[in-house]
């Protein structure tokens, strides 16, 4: 077996009869940051989804640490390390943060104290008591993030995370990332923002029209603006 | 103009009965909040718990083992209910989920027909609610003074239970994106299994502590279904508060308006309801975007 | 949809040879004649719930209001002709029908049946006390007159079965022509997709309201009969088992089969008249019937009656299925690329020749603290094919939504052809002439490709509201020529009566920018019409929006740069809710800003 901790062989998913993935295959390996690249409806979200389980594929497999995981439910996919943080954030806004908290924890074996996520996100703390629906922007992505952390998820799927962000929330985001790279944890996130992820990403993987397009390291990409602009945008 | 001892004991009346819809709606809202389904077996449901009273108290003469064991037998079907077929239907219209519920308010209500026969059974009052109480110059039944302090207690602790514990925060949060609980790791369709059952012990444990003070008989429940439906309207639907609230509003507009003229009581609440519709058509708790 | 008269004539069959033969199976005159009464407030309620899908658990109420009024003018003699009580009956059921559906069909699921429900019970606690001294309360009424024809009595027995029997039979041809009518395929096109009846320009509200009169026009002069029948008017009519008999005879019988609760009722009644003589299962009956129901709700949904329609049908189903392939690709390269020029129905006076088409002005939309769209203002030019670009979350949808007033702004106002449309709701703007196709497919999937694009062509011929309930769907001609050119237009025409939920996702995507355009439309919305397509479905879509945008304005929301490229002859662009710019293809490509919010550099300006 390779070092892959996440492995991705051939998958294809559907939304009703609208075919969107097609044989999509990709690596994560223990410790590494992957960035999915690729344009609006290329199909990144729908690959995210497709790892945590809630719009499972029609064929292929999917592989935590050598075990398939697909066709399980999310909530199993989640006791089994992995996290989704999705596009909408999906707080909820009837409960307090530390509610929100305490709910993702609740079936984590090795859930993070409190005192140890607010580390990360202090402005948490200040806002513990805070209904979801009031948070801002910024805030309600720190909360997504944290209730991952506090789950202490192996492999962290981030949907996005720095959408309609302030770009000072951007770049303080872009540090907790990178840390919690350097300390260990396997993240897979989907950007728009491509300057923003290739900024800690270890590597690379484009989405074109629901086929896996390229992959290389965020130095390839960055020096060829033909690839970039036939795959990423204008 | 009727005289103000009849207009206070009309009060506590109303108090007693709107406690008692509090406790039955709040059974109908939490399923229909958290399972997004409308129950309409919830006054059989109701119904049956009235027998199971009825049962245990013929045996054991007991009224504390006829609610401990009538919870339990509730507990146990609210269970069977939901695994054989509440659960083909969370992803059907909601006009199949009310049919399929229909059908088994008409199946439990036709199988204890056929158990127990039409006519009506007589569940005794039990021997510490036995007499009058007086309150100043009123003179009220003692059983029905207590009644309102045991109710008022099963809200709190259904209160203390959606609110205080992490089954309330796993309901809570279903309320609101089912999805996204299970994608943090909690196993959602046990989540509205429990909640089923809490619902349909709800309904069951009302039925046993009304049981003493009407006749039970195999339709009792029907007025009740459309009364706490009239609740959940006022309240707001899927609104705890909003169910306990309605349920006070709605007993007290029976029983004031029966102080005045008996014939009005009930058409009042639909008035009530009508104009509700009108004015605030999400209920006093809802907000607008559910249903 | 042709009509064809079969239906009628088994039916009249059905009738007159009824006492023939029933009275051997243990069917009583008097059981013959309830039957027929509740067949026929089965009609109404069929149309109410099979052919619209609202649930009513109230249809008691005007049974008994009917029934009562009826009654009460007969033996109180203020009324000596039976037939016009029977007719004041009727039209205070149908009175009550509109008070009663005005307060309910604003709601819809749950809330409908708990609605009716509650005034289902309403009205049974007014009959039993506050109006006790007109209807007897608990004993109703007793002594109804027979009616009378030409001197003659109609007595209980046979006379009597034949008047319910006309009766009914009348009922019933109304009732499947109400069915087949242009306001029938609005109820169906209602039941299939709420939504998108409303967006092609139908109020739904008083399409609802009138069929919730209708049905109870059904109930009321059902009432009616029955205390004539009987002699006597019970005041269980008002009762909630009434209703709930009512729900479990048509769910048996067959829901949307019109004949389905005349069948539930004859198993239902026939059950209880002779299971009830049988020893040890004779108070069984409800019992089995309801676990009966149960399992019919849960497995089979069809009913009796539906589903020997379903063994009937299945052989001609099985043909048109067979023409249609798995795959669309090739085909849809094959498509007709020359339009035929779609007949336009200009409703709204154009003030000035050169106002623009659609014009935004200041928009903003705000959900709580989030700005979806904020103070965006720009032109759409008449007879331009405009697009509208931006990364997720730039609120394009949400300013989409806003231009046909599905979503009102918090602030500013939309211009259509200069005329202030924001606050008229996505009705009246479909009936102004905007058309929108959606992101994700709204078909009404149960009925075929001709009559999804009907329902879209009747919208501004007829208007939000009308009552034409005895011409057929498809008799209007303009109707049908609108609904063969949008057909040929999006290449569908050798599809026109498959249904649609069999099609490939190619042709259903064909179907929806197809509705948007058979209303005939002078500004066309699509809000992503590639979406999910494959690449020989975009070559040959994009050149049908080419097409279109040659006889109308045409508005696009589109990731595929490409074909916005090809197609747009102006670009506007978003970015988190703000207008980053707007331009010509050149001078979008050409714009820094543009190409910074795409590649995601982080921008510069701080906001505060």
């Known amino acids: 077996m390779s070092t892959s901790l996440l492995e991705i062989d051939g998958i294809n998913s559907y939304y009703g009869d609208s075919h969107i993935l097609f044989d999509v295959s990709l690596q994560v390996g223990r410790n590494e940051v992957v960035a999915l690249l690729g344009r609006n409806g290329a199909g990144k979200t729908t690959t995210l989804r497709s790892i945590m389980g809630v719009l499972a594929p029609r064929s292929g497999a999917i592989r935590l640490d050598g075990k398939p995981i697909h066709g399980l439910p999310p909530f199993e996919i989640a006791r089994r390390g992995l996290q989704l943080v999705p596009e909408e954030r999906a707080i909820f806004g009837q409960l307090t943060v530390e509610e929100n908290l305490r709910l993702a924890a609740l079936t984590a074996p090795n859930a993070w104290p409190l005192d140890r996520v607010y580390n990360f996100f202090p402005r948490l703390k200040e806002r513990r008591r805070s209904g979801g629906r009031q948070l801002s922007g910024g805030e309600q992505q720190m909360l997504a993030i944290a209730r991952a952390l506090i789950r202490d998820a192996q492999v962290i799927l981030l949907d996005e995370p720095f959408e309609g962000l302030a770009p000072l929330i951007v770049r303080d985001l872009v540090r907790v990332s990178r840390e919690l790279a350097a300390q260990g944890r396997t993240i897979l996130v989907v950007e728009q923002n491509v300057v923003a992820a290739l900024s800690f990403a270890d590597r690379v993987y484009v989405l074109n029209n629901g086929h896996m397009a390229w992959e290389g390291t965020p130095g390839a990409l960055r020096a060829d603006p033909a690839l970039m602009k036939a795959h990423l945008g204008i | ?291 | 949809m042709r009509a064809r008269f079969w239906p009628e004539l088994a039916m009249a069959a059905v009738l007159l040879a009824a006492p023939l033969i029933l009275p051997d199976l243990g069917f009583s005159f008097d059981l013959l004649q309830r039957i027929l009464d509740w067949g026929l407030i089965g009609l109404g309620f069929d149309l109410l719930f099979g052919a619209t899908g609202l649930l009513s658990f109230g249809q008691a109420a005007f049974y008994g209001t009917g029934g009562f009024v009826a009654a009460y003018l007969l033996v109180s003699h203020a009324m000596s002709s039976v037939a016009l009580a029977l007719l004041v009956g009727t039209l205070a059921a149908g009175l009550f029908g509109l008070v009663v559906g005005w307060l309910a069909v604003r709601r819809i699921g749950i809330y409908f049946a708990m609605i009716t429900l509650a005034f289902g019970e309403m009205a049974y606690f007014l009959e039993n006390s506050p109006l006790a001294r007109f209807t007897g309360g608990e004993n109703g009424l007793p002594g109804v007159p027979v009616p009378q024809l030409g001197g003659l009595k109609i007595t209980p027995g046979l006379p009597m079965y034949w008047m319910l029997a006309l009766l009914f039979f009348v009922g019933f041809v109304l009732a499947r022509r109400i069915l087949h009518s242009p306001f029938g395929a609005v109820l169906r096109a209602i039941k299939e997709n709420t939504a998108r009846a409303g967006m092609t320009g139908h109020s739904v509200p008083a399409y609802k309201l009138a069929v919730f009169v209708i049905a109870a026009l059904y109930a009321g002069l059902a009432g009616g009969l029955l205390g004539v029948f009987q002699s006597y008017m019970p005041p269980d009519a008002f009762a909630l088992d009434t209703s709930g008999q009512l729900v479990v005879q048509t769910v048996i019988g067959g829901v949307g089969t019109l004949v389905g609760p005349l069948v539930g009722a004859t198993l239902w009644l026939w059950l209880r008249d002779n299971l009830q003589q049988v020893p040890l299962v004779g108070a069984l009956w409800k019992l089995i019937l309801g676990l009966i129901f149960v399992v019919l709700v849960v497995v089979l949904k069809r009913g009796i009656a539906g589903e020997i329609r379903w063994i009937f049908s299945r052989r001609r189903r099985a043909a048109t299925e067979a023409g249609v392939p798995e795959e669309a690709g090739e085909d849809a390269a094959a498509m007709p690329v020359a339009a035929p020029e779609l007949p336009l129905r200009a409703t709204l006076a154009v003030t000035r020749e050169d106002a623009p088409a659609l014009r935004a002005i200041g928009v903003s939309k705000f959900y709580g603290g989030l700005h979806a769209v904020e103070d965006v203002s720009f032109d759409v030019r008449t007879g331009s094919i405009h697009a509208v670009i931006g990364p997720n979350g730039a609120g394009k949808s949400t300013l989409f939504k806003m231009l046909k007033d599905e979503v009102s702004p918090t602030m500013g106002e939309v211009l259509l052809f200069g005329h202030r449309i924001t606050g008229l709701g996505p009705t009246r703007t479909a009936q102004l002439g905007i058309g929108k196709s959606n992101q994700l497919n709204q078909l009404f999937l149960d009925l075929t490709v001709a009559e999804n694009l009907r329902i879209a062509a009747l919208a501004r011929a007829r208007g939000t509201f009308r009552t034409d309930l005895w011409r057929a769907a498809d008799s209007i001609p303009a109707v049908e020529r609108q609904v063969a050119a949008a057909m040929e237009t999006v290449g569908l025409t050798h599809r026109a009566g498959v249904p649609v939920h069999v099609l490939p996702y190619g042709e259903k995507r064909r179907l929806e920018i197809g509705i948007a355009l058979a209303i005939g439309p002078n500004v066309l919305l699509l809000d992503e019409p590639l979406a999910g397509m494959s690449p020989a479905e975009r070559v040959s879509t994009r050149a049908l929006i080419r097409e279109i945008g040659r006889s109308r304005t045409l508005l696009i929301v589109e990731h595929d740069m490409d074909a916005i490229f090809e197609l747009a002859e102006r670009i506007t662009v978003l970015y988190e809710g703000r207008l980053l710019a707007d331009g010509t293809p050149e001078e979008i490509q050409r714009n820094q800003a543009v190409q910074d919010a795409y590649l995601g550099g982080l921008h510069e300006h701080e906001p505060a």
């Open chain 2, 1 to 291: 103009m009727p005289s103000a001892p009849l207009l206070l004991s009309q009060a506590f009346n109303g108090l007693a009965l709107g406690t008692l819809l509090a406790l039955v709606s709040s059974g109908l809202t939490i399923i229909l909040g958290t399972l997004g389904v409308l129950n309409f077996a919830h006054g059989a449901l109701f119904m049956l718990g009235a027998y199971a009273m009825y049962v245990v108290i013929a045996h054991t003469g007991s009224f504390l083992l006829g609610i401990l064991v009538g919870a339990m037998f509730m507990l146990v079907v609210g269970v069977l209910l939901e695994r054989i077929l509440i659960r083909l239907f969370y992803n059907r219209p909601h006009e199949d989920q009310i049919l399929v519920t229909f059908g088994a308010s008409i199946v439990i209500v036709e199988a204890v027909r056929a158990v127990f026969g039409g006519n009506s059974q007589h569940v005794p009052t039990p021997g510490w609610g036995e007499g009058i109480a007086r309150i100043g110059f009123l003179f009220y039944p003692l059983y029905r003074l207590e009644l309102i302090g045991i109710i008022a207690a099963l809200l709190l602790l259904l209160y203390l239970i959606l609110y205080r514990t992490s089954i309330g925060l796993v309901v809570r949060a279903g309320i609101e994106d089912a999805r996204m609980v299970g994608i943090l790791g909690i196993n959602v369709q046990r989540a509205f299994l429990l909640v089923f059952a809490i619902g349909v012990v709800a309904a069951g444990v009302s039925g046993m502590l009304y049981a003493p003070i009407v006749s039970v008989q195999p339709d009792m429940g029907g007025n009740f279904l459309v009364e706490a439906f009239v609740v959940i309207v006022i309240g707001g639907l899927g609104s705890y508060p909003g169910a306990v609230v309605g349920g006070l509003i709605a007993g007290e507009i029976i029983s004031i308006t029966s102080a005045f003229d008996s014939a009005y009581s009930d058409v009042m609440l639909y008035a009530v309801m009508a104009l509700l519709l009108v004015l605030r058509p999400q209920g006093l708790f809802g907000s607008e975007g559910r249903v």
